[in-house]
């Protein structure tokens, strides 16, 4: 095999060579007449010509290899007490009929089906039979309020909608059904279907003509095969987070996914056919579209679907029963889950209790890793602790200690190096085109082309693609983050370079939330900003300027701010501290000192820039959040 430093040279020089070779590893129908058609920059195209299908790599080809009978997806739900295996086999007579329900109801190649679920096995079913008939799914998390339903919705015009009937969080069972019908209720996009998953826990009330009970479609369906897709045909849409309250609908195409993910399983997380991997994450975010769905299933492994939190569910020792249990090699988790677990079992006493023969390797991305927290695992766990940095739109690592390759030293604060096919540059913010020096910070730039797996475009909107990520820097992929390389080639990953944070490693949009605010009747301005918290790597905090006269307590109005965002964005924004202040600071143009604010709050030292409108302003802020107890650590 070759080293890491020639497969990474080889991915930049030859990308079509290496990429070609790397396709050999996932079952096409039909050959591609391009390994990369670069004809069209900023768009370009992976394995165009290329046929194959999603689910038939992830699950037929698997029987058909001599898998059948081996497990493809562990269900551990500590919420309700229950494991469930599912074979290879088993899995994909549950998805082929699931698919051929699907089919029955009218959903065909092409079509986009919304997905909001919590983490059962039908989740997953339901993304594979979709990929099963070239349907494009689009997962929505199930802690989003039914405002970001509706938006979503009537982006991605769904022709079905599939849902269960409720989710479980520790203490309290939230029904999805009321929420779903609300979103559709506010949406213009309606969807002519739904099918109900009813749990036990909470029995949903059906729309009659619209909804379909999930286990009657599937008790009258046949169970269909695969359609061939183009390789260039969108498997997915996933929305996330960008500038505005308006999510981006990130575009994954078939063929270059599967090449990439498969690719990964072996290189960068040095899985081999027939181990068990555990993406302990949602299937709402990438994270879970990609390890804990695809890769593991195009790799032949054993995926974790689990449904629980780190600590609660019911204990700190929850993770290290699963990794005993499951004979998990390795994991992959954010590291806000390990500052909940070290939070509650500072001395680690639980693992002691576990056997971890099995388990290799801890992998962590989402946020950055926090020294600390990574020491903490190392001490504990007595794995490597391994940080890799990526995002929605690559879809797979950019950045990683590939331990495929054989584990490079581990810098604390560092995801490794670049992974291959990524071409990082870390590029002046003020010119957008220099490159900084070793060690400069500067804006994350990946040279086009993107690697296979990485975003060709947004749903529907090609301009949006290149206005968000094409246009700042000509020639080059934005990343959002800023960071530096060392004299090593060490990527680090400092911060973002616009208003998204990042809460227990879900991505936000402080100006999303600025638009909730802003819609209250009686704020004339406000800002959002993120503030160091120890659990959550960040949380938001809002301030508020009420309209002239406004004459109510200013603590009601707080609470109704508060209240506000968790009813339009939903309770995973953790929204809970909102500010009302006399006055924002402001530059004398204007725009509000929201890096400021966030450093008096942080308690770091900052400089007022010297176009300040008005300094007096934050000496104001200071004491408001002094009073407000912030910031948390002297
Ligand atoms: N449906 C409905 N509500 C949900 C939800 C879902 N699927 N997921 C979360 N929520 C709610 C939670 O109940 C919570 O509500 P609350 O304000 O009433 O307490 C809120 O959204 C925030 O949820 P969460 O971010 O999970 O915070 P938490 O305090 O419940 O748990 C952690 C904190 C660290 C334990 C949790 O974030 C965690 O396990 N993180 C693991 C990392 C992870 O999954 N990262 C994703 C990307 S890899
Ligand atoms: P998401 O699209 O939700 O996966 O969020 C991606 C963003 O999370 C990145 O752009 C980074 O800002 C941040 N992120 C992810 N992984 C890391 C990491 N390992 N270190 C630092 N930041 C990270």
Request: net charge negative.
């Amino acid at each position: 095999m070759a080293s890491y430093e020639e497969d990474y040279q080889r991915s930049l020089d030859d990308p079509e060579g290496f990429w070609g070779e790397a396709a050999a590893a996932i079952s096409w129908y039909k050959p591609w007449d391009t390994v990369l058609n670069a004809d069209n920059p900023p768009f370009y195209r992976w394995f165009e010509g290329a046929e194959l299908n999603t689910c038939y790599n992830c699950l037929d080809r698997h029987i058909e290899d001599g898998r059948g009978d081996q497990v493809a997806l562990i269900y551990d739900s500590p919420m309700t007490g229950q494991v469930k295996k599912f074979t290879y086999s088993e899995l994909t007579d549950l998805v082929a009929v699931f698919a051929g329900g699907l089919a029955d109801i009218g959903v065909k190649k092409g079509d986009r089906v919304l997905i909001y679920m919590p983490m059962v096995p039908e989740a997953a079913v339901a993304m594979l039979a979709c990929a099963r008939l070239g349907a494009i799914h689009s997962v929505v998390f199930g802690g989003f309020a039914p405002k970001e339903l509706a938006t979503r919705i009537d982006d991605a015009k769904p022709v079905c909608i599939l849902a269960a009937s409720c989710g479980l969080e520790p203490g309290r069972t939230i029904a999805y059904k009321p929420l779903l019908d609300e979103a559709i209720e506010i949406s213009s996009h309606k969807p002519a279907s739904c099918v109900i998953l009813q749990r036990p826990e909470c029995v949903a009330d059906m729309t009659a003509g619209r909804d379909h009970d999930w286990q009657e479609l599937v008790a009258k369906a046949t169970p269909v095969d695969c359609v061939p897709v183009l390789a260039t045909d969108p498997l997915y849409v996933l929305y996330t987070s960008g500038t505005t309250g308006v999510p981006k609908g990130v575009v994954r195409d078939n063929g270059g996914h599967a090449v990439a993910l498969r690719w990964s399983m072996k290189h960068v997380y040095g899985i081999n056919p027939g181990e068990v991997f555990w993406a302990a994450s949602d299937v709402g975010w990438v994270v879970g579209h990609s390890y804990i769905v695809y890769a593991p299933l195009l790799h032949g492994c054993t995926t974790i679907l689990f449904e629980g939190k780190p600590v609660g569910t019911p204990n700190a020792g929850t993770f290290w029963r699963v990794i005993q249990d499951h004979k998990v090699k390795a994991l992959f988790t954010a590291p806000t889950a390990f500052r909940a677990i070290k939070q509650q079992d500072p001395e680690g006493k639980l693992i002691s209790d576990y056997d971890f023969s099995n388990f290799d390797t801890l992998f962590l991305a989402g946020e950055r890793a926090d020294p600390d927290t990574i020491i903490w695992a190392q001490d504990k766990l007595k794995v490597p602790v391994l940080d890799h940095w990526w995002q929605t739109e690559s879809g797979w690592p950019m950045g990683a200690n590939c331990v495929g390759y054989g584990m490079k030293p581990v810098k604390l604060g560092s995801p490794t190096l670049p992974v291959a096919g990524y071409d990082i540059r870390i590029i002046n913010e003020e010119d957008g085109k220099t490159e900084m020096k070793t060690g400069e910070i500067g804006a994350i730039a990946v040279k086009m082309p993107l690697p296979p797996g990485a975003l060709p475009t947004l749903w529907n909107n090609d301009e949006g693609y290149v206005k968000s990520y094409l246009a700042d820097i000509p020639g080059y992929y934005k990343t959002g983050d800023a960071g530096f390389i060392d004299e090593d080639g060490y990527l680090f990953i400092m911060a973002r370079t616009d208003d998204i944070i990042n809460v227990a490693g879900h991505r936000l949009s402080t100006g999303g939330m600025e638009e909730v605010l802003a819609g209250h009747r009686d704020v004339a301005e406000c800002a959002v900003i993120g503030v160091q918290d120890d659990l959550k790597g960040q949380v938001p905090m809002g301030f508020a300027v009420l309209n002239a006269g406004v004459n109510r307590p200013q603590s009601d109005v707080a609470k109704e701010l508060v209240a506000l965002v968790r009813e339009k964005i939903g309770p995973v924004a953790a929204f809970k501290i909102a500010l009302v202040v006399q006055r924002l600071p402001k530059t004398r143009s204007g725009k509000i000192l929201r890096g400021v604010m966030r450093k008096i709050a942080d308690g770091e030292p900052y400089n007022a820039p010297a176009t300040i409108d008005d300094p007096a302003i934050l000496t104001e802020i200071t004491d408001i959040l002094k009073q407000a107890g912030f910031p948390a650590h002297d």
